[in-house]
């Protein structure tokens, strides 16, 4: 594995465990990004981090991908179920 990008961390107590932040420009050089699911393995000397899936939309992505047409008009298209009020 060659390092193309470094930076010098410190690891800090976050919760009940420890955390490391990852800065902005090692998460651009990394392709990492808000959501993005991770494995973390240990390795001889340290942990390695890897990308293994897509990142998570957030509600915002998710309503913006919404088409109507395509996803049958009405999120729920049923009659009433309960005590609803018009």
Do not use: Y
């Not at 309503?63 to 999120?75: C, R």
């Amino acid at each position: 594995m060659t390092a193309t990008l470094s930076a010098d961390q410190t690891i800090q107590k976050w919760g009940n465990g420890l955390g490391v932040r990852i800065t902005a420009p090692i998460a651009r050089a990394a392709r990492f990004s808000r959501g993005l699911p991770i494995k973390v393995e240990v390795v001889e000397g340290g942990i390695f981090l890897r990308a293994v899936g897509k990142p998570q939309l957030t509600l915002a992505q998710k309503l913006k991908a919404f088409d109507p047409e395509l996803h049958g008009g009405e999120v729920m298209a049923t009659g009433l179920v309960g005590a609803e009020v018009f």
